[in-house]
């Protein structure tokens, strides 16, 4: 590792910045050798994999050029379930150093492995990510991504160590204390949920706290969508630049694409993580440009090499070159997820609409829940809002206004009608990891 | 002479005034009077207590929201026509009132209401000026058991 070279205490590039900056024809070389190679480890050690390979006639052989890619098979979701839990790994235990494994709500958790290998990429890619957020030597950076089977944790934490940060692991939870330590050790940065952060401010600001004062300049936040318009609160409650990152289990855990000065895009670690873009419907691969689910091929992974894994996010690739220099691509923010849709009275819509909406009447109101029921056969959504001093002005008239106004926003917007009620603070429950923003009870009684 | 008064976001479903009102009397903050408007969804509780800049301080950190309000304490007669009159009074002068409501106490033969007008300053100057008392915040104190 690159961290006890370094001495950069002043800012500019991390050393492990270095891949982001490839020229274009030598990144795809370096692409085009790890895919071979990754395919034919996993036609090699993944039974599945071969199995599928076989079935379509293809032999790593087949890969001669970056394109053949989308002649290989996707891998989704519940082949990770149906190989539970070690089924899919292309090493054996004696070479696997790590397992994490993903919440699992509904049955079986999801199981992944690392080599110790496989930790020294996930370090790397998680220090690119958070000196592209602008992090370096010097920088006190409070890791508050839980620690434990969620990958958050110890990504995060590892990669603070290689950048040269100093972190503090204290894991998700106890926010009186988070706000302790941020203001006693001169916290320069943060890592959690922005669902968590917003509950951060708003405990912060009840402790008379005020964030801004504060040195903490830099949040970086991952682990589930969020809006551009939740963005600009977190950055003017706290007085922070607050980066999007973007990372999933299956292929590594956080550490896959992270947003730079720009904030325009996330740039994906292509090197490592080779993203393409299809049609959901059709599995045909996409032009850049076009929105489309995304889709990666683990390139260097050992333990559990994923080849065209499915993500079920919604996104598109930006090949136009970016203004801080960097020239792997840029993936837009994952704005939908596909396993957070629901569909009412015929209707698609994504938790995040519902927040853009809510967003674009009043910036200051980031803690809201949907609820779904169904009386007499028909599917009511409403949506539920908590007051915040922004908006409470001691006049029922005024409550009723911006009641009035969000209503109508949604219903804008999604084009179907929205009971939209005003709670108290503290009402809707608060989550130290990834938020749960529908609450479905159509199924219920 | 304007005394500040607190409001707060309330749910409108039962139990929700009691759990404010207890986290102020856990600290020994005297109520002096109250009301409280509500619609079909929601409520406000105004509150006017002693120690507002402590009972302010006791209900954000349990998480309420507070609206800080100023108000003006009026004296009127306690007889038929006692608010009539002052109601006159700004009328004529043309000063809105936004909402009103009775302090819980009397005074001999005067009963103390609660103003909340659009201009509290000009509210002050008419009504003293016609001749009627404006309770400043001592006063209104020193009359509390």
Redesign the interface.
């Known amino acids: 590792m690159l961290k006890e070279l370094w001495n950069d205490a002043e800012g500019g590039f991390h050393p492990a910045s270095a891949p982001d900056f490839l020229p274009q024809t030598a990144l795809k070389e370096v692409q085009l050798r790890r895919l071979r190679a990754v395919v034919a480890r996993a036609y090699a050690k993944v039974q599945l994999f071969r199995e599928r390979m076989d079935e379509r006639g293809l032999t790593p052989e087949s890969i001669q050029s970056l394109q053949d890619i989308r002649h290989l098979p996707f891998t989704v979701k519940t082949d990770l379930r149906d190989t539970y839990p070690f089924g899919l790994f292309a090493s054996p235990m004696s070479d696997v150093v790590r397992l994490h494994a993903s919440s699992g709500t509904t049955g079986k958790p999801i199981v992944v492995a690392y080599t110790r290998e496989d930790v020294e990429v996930w370090s790397e890619v998680m220090a690119r990510t958070f000196a592209s957020c602008g992090l370096h030597r010097g920088d006190i950076l409070q890791n508050a991504f839980g620690y434990g089977l969620f990958t958050g944790g110890l990504g995060a934490h590892y990669g603070g160590e290689a950048l040269g940060a100093t972190v503090i692991p204290i894991s998700g939870g106890n926010t009186d204390r988070q706000i302790m330590l941020i203001r006693d050790f001169n916290v320069t940065s943060l890592c959690c949920t922005p669902s968590y952060f917003t509950h951060m401010v708003e405990r912060a600001r009840e402790l008379g706290i005020d964030l801004r004062e504060l040195p903490l300049r830099v949040g970086i936040f991952g682990a589930e969508p969020w809006t551009d318009g939740m963005r600009h609160h977190i950055e003017a409650e706290a007085g922070i630049k607050a980066y999007d990152i973007y990372g999933l289990s299956e292929i590594i855990g956080p550490g896959v694409a992270a947003e730079c000065s720009a904030q325009d895009g996330l740039h994906v670690f292509e090197d490592h993580f080779y993203p393409e873009i299809i049609d959901p419907d059709t599995g045909e691969p996409l032009p850049d440009g076009e929105e489309g689910e995304l889709v990666i091929t683990t390139l260097s992974k050992k333990a559990m090499p994923m080849i065209r894994y499915r993500t079920r996010d919604i996104t598109s690739l930006i090949t136009e070159p970016c203004s801080c220099g960097r020239t792997i691509r840029r993936m837009r923010r994952i704005g939908r997820r596909s396993d957070d849709m629901f569909i009412i009275r015929g209707v698609n819509v994504f938790p995040s609409q519902v927040e853009a909406a809510l967003m674009a009447v009043e910036g200051t109101l980031p803690h809201y829940q949907i609820i779904l029921t169904r009386k007499g056969g028909m599917d009511r959504m409403a949506v539920e809002v908590e007051v915040t001093p922004e908006v409470f002005s001691d006049s029922i008239r005024g409550l009723e206004d911006i009641r009035a106004r969000l209503a109508q926003s949604i219903e804008r917007i999604l084009g179907i009608r929205v009971e939209l009620r005003l709670v108290e603070p503290h009402t809707i429950a608060r989550s130290e990891g990834k938020a749960k923003r529908v609450i479905d009870r159509r199924n219920e009684g | 002479m304007k005394l500040q ?1 607190l ?1 707060l ?3 409108n479903r039962p139990g ?1 005034l009691e759990a404010p009102l207890s986290a102020i009397a856990a600290e020994g903050i005297n109520i002096l009077t109250l009301s409280l ?3 079909a ?2 409520g ?1 509780l ?1 509150l006017i207590v002693r120690d507002w800049e402590k009972a302010k ?1 006791v209900l ?2 349990a ?5 800080l ?1 100023e108000v003006v304490a009026v004296d009127v007669l306690d007889r038929p026509g006692g608010l009539a009159e002052a109601l006159r009074i700004l009328e004529d002068a043309d000063l809105n009132i ?1 909402y009103m409501y009775a302090f819980s106490l009397r005074r001999g033969d005067k009963a103390i209401l609660i103003f ?1 007008f659009e201009d509290p300053d000009r509210a002050i100057q008419v009504l003293t000026e016609k001749g009627l008392h404006v309770v400043d915040g001592e006063e209104l104190m020193s009359f509390v058991p």
């Open positions: 008064q409001s976001f309330l749910e929700r408007a509500d619609t969804q929601f406000i105004r301080r954000e950190q998480g309420w929201v507070v609206n309000t936004e909340r």
